[in-house]
Structures are given as C-alpha cells and as structure tokens.
C-alpha cells in the first residue's frame, strides 16, 4: 500500500498536480489547447502558378495572422513529381505556428502575441513558461499550482547522484544536462495520457536548473547544493550554483532579476535549429525528454546555442594582445581581414534586436550592483560604444545583439563560460516544449521526412577486390 503523503512533499504535490494540473485549471478557464494550435486553411481565393515542363500547377497560398504569406506545396510532389530544394531550410516554412512571432526587418518579438518588452519588464520565468505552454497567461491560482510544482519537483531521484560520480571533472555541461534529461525517461517511462505529459512539462523545467547546477558543482569539485523550496525559479538557481555549506548565500535581487529576465529573452524564438530539431525527433512520437535531449545538443553548436561563449572568448583574445580593441576594431572593418568581431548584428533582426535593448538596461543595473572590475568587460564596454557610434558600424546596422549582453551578463554573474549554452538552454526548454505540444496537438501532424534531389553515382556494377 502507498504510504500516506505528507503535506508539501514531492508524492503529495505529484498526487496534487494529477488531479489539479495546470492542464485542468486551464480547462475550466478556457477550454483545452486554447490558444495552443491554430491552423489556417489556404485560402481559396489566392493562388501561386508554378510552370514545369510546359504544364501548370496551382498551389494555394497561405496567410498568417501578421500578414506572413507561404506557398503550399503540399501536393507538389504528388502532382508533378518535383519537390523544391531549399538548403538550410531558409525559405521553407515546416509548420503553421501559434506560438512566437518574429519581425526582423521592425524588430518585433512576440510570445503568444504579447511583446517581448512587456513580459520581460512585468512577468516571471514561471509565467513565460505557462502562456508559451497553454497559450494564455496564467491566473492566481494557475500561476500558483504551476510555480508549486516547479518548486516541489526540483529534486533528482537519489539514484541520479550517481551518474553525476561518473562523469570526469572536465566533463562539458552541456553533454551532462544533455544526457541527464534523456535518462529522465528511465524514471518516468510514458503513461498515456494529458494530465501525465502535463506533470512531466513540470517535470524537465523544474529538474533541469538542478541538474545544471549539479554539473557545474561536479566541474568545480564542490559538494552538490540541493534546492529549497521557500526559493523562487532563479533564487533555487543560484543558490544550488554559488552556495557552500561553510557560508550562508544570499543571491543579490539585481542578479536575480537579471537572470528572470535573461531565461525569458531566451524562451523561444520561433523555428530555428534546435526547436526544429525538437519538432522532427517529436514527429516520431519519441517522449519527450529524448525530443529534448535532442534539442540541447542542436544547442550546443557554436552556430547556435554557442554564440556568446564565442563572445567571451573573443574579448578573451583581444585581453591577451594587450587590450588593444581598436585595433579589432580597424581589423572588422577590413574587407581583406577574415576577423570578425563576435556578438554584433543578427541573421533575423535588420534594424536591432529587441532583446538587446532589453539586455542592456539589466547589464547597466548588474555592473553597478555588483561594482565588477573585470578587463574582459571593460573591453566590451568599449566595443559597445564603438558599436552604436561608429558610422561603419551604423550604417550596416552592426548593433550589439542578445549573446553580446547575455555573455557580459553571465561574466559578471560569475557564471563560467562553458556554462552559458546550458543557460541558453535553461530558458529555451520551455519553448521547445510548447512547439513538442503543439505538434501532437495538431490532428494532421505526422513523421518529419525531407527529401533530397541525389547527386551521387548513377547505378554501376559490383567490381570483385582482386580486380581493383
């Protein structure tokens, strides 16, 4: 017989959550997957003509609600038997999404359709992480039971400690978080059912600042700090990364609020190469701690998840050669030098990054709190200001972007750099998880699987090894 829960603890709050989820207020407040998945049928009215081998095809056109225009070629293949060829997938939209919107071109960030500025300046992690879930912001008690159970599900099963034992001290974080979130399925295996993936969303967002900070306590050889429940998401955080048992901790409000704001930014951000990787490897119906296991190791790239490591060890560069960043400077500026200078413009946003602008004021607040006196971060203050006042860099809009700031920030919060891809991840889960639900929300949803035009050998016959 299962023994009796106690109040508060780990089993009460599960039994609690399976019966009062989040999934189930969301319920009577406004209706299942409310705000979760939207699909717009083509519209029969606008049509895009496509001629091949003398022959015409119709293929329907898509609009979203901002206006964003796609061609259906859905049955493209079917019709006419070509497929389009897109490397990189940059001009192929691979799903209909309700959840962020993105303009490059005026520098606008949504989530659920709320501007990134107004959830940064008023709204917690916790709450981010409820509306790109189930689409709405939470009320009172929907913010209350999801916050409760990210705090009474931030322990790691006892066994876990070991796999920690295993791992060497040079161990890179981000294969640790990486292969500690896919083993997590060994202690949940899938139960059908809503309420279930429910518990298990709360599950990896609430395990996970644990697992991270456990990784980077493994690198340094400190005991592992386990988390208190009277914290908040990033207090718990911080706490389990700076605290030692000889000394009392107390994590500084800027920082805290720093962090709040840093994990937010980095929330989601439409479809790009990890959420992409999150969708494809979901498509088969894998669980979901292998979708996002899969996930974090997109991340990890330095294409990607990796930028403002990059960042750091730039400025670590021009430290070593003396300081001297106009002369980095004059070099980015140097059609026939292959320097470039790391963390200034952006693939997606033309004009600025709203995030950056966001990051700046916090970065501000957290150097004058924590009065840092670092070389690397006065040598990106003074690239910042080369930035936004040099005409070169004006004219071709080379602002300071999101892993420009990010990296000063968690410089000055002490955060070493082979951590910052494990925070971008931290902030990122939720997002993947919202693009994981939305895909098995959608009745049409099915295995991801892209062609290919081949370009290899034509068919050729068997040679025998002695005649080669």
């Not at 009460?12 to 409310?34: C, D, F, T, Y």
Request: with cysteine; charged share 20%.
């Amino acid at each position: 017989m299962r023994p009796k829960a106690q109040p508060g603890s780990p089993v009460e709050w599960e039994g609690r959550l399976r019966s009062e989820s989040p999934l189930k207020i969301m319920v009577m407040a406004h209706g299942r997957g409310s705000g979760t998945y939207t699909k717009i049928k083509a519209s029969m009215m606008e049509n895009a003509k496509l001629s091949l081998d003398g022959q015409e095809y119709d293929l329907p056109v898509v609009t979203g609600t901002e206006g964003e225009r796609g061609i259906d070629i859905t049955s493209l293949r079917g019709e006419s038997g070509a497929i389009t060829l897109d490397s990189g997938y940059g001009n192929t939209g691979s799903c209909q999404s309700s959840i962020c919107f993105i303009n490059g071109e005026q520098g606008i960030l949504r989530y659920r359709g709320f501007p990134i500025e107004q959830l940064a300046e008023n709204a917690s992690f916790a709450e981010v992480c409820y509306l790109l879930i189930y689409g709405e912001l939470p009320t009172a008690d929907q913010l209350k039971a999801f916050s409760g159970g990210l705090t009474n599900h931030s322990m790691i099963h006892e066994d876990m400690k070991k796999f920690f034992e295993g791992y060497p001290a040079s161990a890179h974080p981000m294969a640790v978080l990486s292969s500690m979130i896919a083993s997590l399925a060994t202690y949940y295996p899938k139960i059908e059912g809503d309420e279930d993936e429910d518990l298990n969303f709360i599950r990896v967002l609430a395990k996970a600042k644990t697992i991270a900070a456990w990784a980077y306590k493994k690198s340094i050889g400190q005991p592992l700090v386990y988390p208190l429940n009277h914290l908040s998401y990033c207090g718990n955080f911080l706490n389990m990364m700076f605290s030692v048992p000889t000394e009392d901790y107390q994590a500084s409000p800027v920082v805290e609020n720093a962090l709040n704001v840093l994990l937010i930014l980095h929330a989601d951000h439409e479809q790009n190469c990890s959420t992409s990787t999150v969708r494809m490897v979901a498509s088969s119906q894998a669980n979901i701690f292998a979708s996002l296991s899969a996930g974090i190791c997109a991340l990890w790239g330095p294409l990607h998840g990796g930028a403002n490591q990059k960042v750091l060890e730039m400025l670590e560069m021009i430290r070593a050669d003396g300081a001297d960043y106009k002369k980095y400077v004059n070099l980015a500026k140097d059609r026939d030098s292959e320097f470039r200078l790391m963390g200034f413009g952006h693939r997606v946003y033309k004009n600025f990054d709203p995030r950056a602008t966001i990051l700046r004021k916090a970065c501000d607040e957290v150097l004058e709190e924590l009065g840092v006196d670092d070389p690397l971060l006065d040598i990106a203050k003074q690239l910042e200001d080369v930035a936004l006042n040099d005409d070169y860099f004006i004219e071709r809009k080379l602002y300071p972007n999101v892993d420009f700031y990010s990296g000063v920030l968690y410089r000055a919060m002490g955060i070493p750099t082979n951590m910052f891809t494990v925070m971008f991840a931290l902030g990122r889960l939720p997002g993947w998880i919202s693009h994981l639900k939305e895909l098995r929300d959608d009745p049409g949803s099915r295995i991801n699987r892209p062609r290919q035009v081949y370009t290899g050998a034509t068919q050729r016959d068997y040679v025998p090894l002695d005649q080669r």
